[in-house]
């Protein structure tokens, strides 16, 4: 089974700034998906962006961003401009017959 | 599209009693998802359904735990007898994957938050 480390516990950005989100996973299957998933304080998980492994070219969705380092195993979010309503627990997930989660990244926003 | 709808969305209960959590997945969905999220374990998944069949239930974390799904629309997650180490917020996903292997987006409801006195 795969393993998913997110090493950043908490941070904080200045609103309209750029901040990266850390993500390292580990699995020995070839063919694999990685995800971001957001949980503001409402508990709602949501879909922030996909990336599939067996691709080269780093996803992106309006603001945010991954630096997809296959060979490293890193997957990286990058939030661009960030807004107020960013704020909010962060997860990377590595998913390929089963679903890992890291431990999440707490993210405040400062106005 | 309604998006995955579970119920209730808050359950206060004494231990011992019997808990019934319920998911309608999104429709046209195929997979099923059921995960717990603690401050001490983070997100688990428990147990994942492909055309209503178990496919993998490695995670569920004992017999007291069992998770149905009668028909494409509609699984419930059991806990009989519960305990207070089972209060967590319990999701429910669902994804679009046509076979046993997990493959497409997972999309959440909103949860059930449990907690057991």
């Known amino acids: 089974a795969q393993t998913v480390t997110q090493s950043q516990p908490e941070m904080s950005v200045q609103e309209a700034e750029t901040v990266t989100l850390s993500c390292t996973y580990d699995t020995s299957e070839s063919d694999y998906y990685l995800f971001w998933y957001k949980q503001p304080p409402s508990r709602q998980m949501i879909l922030v962006i996909r990336q599939e492994a067996y691709k080269q070219q780093n996803a992106t969705e309006n603001r945010f961003s991954v630096n997809f380092q296959k060979a490293a195993k890193s997957f990286s979010l990058k939030i661009s401009d960030s807004q107020l309503g960013d704020a909010a627990m962060y997860f990377c997930?590595?998913?390929?017959?089963?679903?890992?989660f890291g431990a999440g990244t707490r993210l405040t926003v400062k106005p | 599209d309604a998006g995955v709808i579970q119920s209730p969305r808050h359950e206060v209960t004494e231990m011992g009693q019997e808990v019934t959590l319920r998911c309608k997945p999104i429709s046209g969905h195929n997979s099923l998802f059921w995960y717990r999220q603690t401050m001490m374990r983070g997100l688990e998944l428990l147990i994942y359904f492909n055309n209503n069949v178990p496919i993998d239930d490695s995670g569920m974390p004992e017999d007291r735990f069992s998770a149905k799904m009668p028909n494409a629309s509609f699984s419930t997650l059991k806990i009989q007898p519960s305990e207070p180490r089972d209060s967590a917020v319990y999701f429910c996903a669902s994804s679009a994957g046509t076979s046993g292997r997990i493959q497409e987006t997972q999309y959440f409801g909103p949860g059930t938050r449990l907690l057991v006195l």
């Open positions: 997930a590595c998913q390929n017959n089963d679903m890992r």
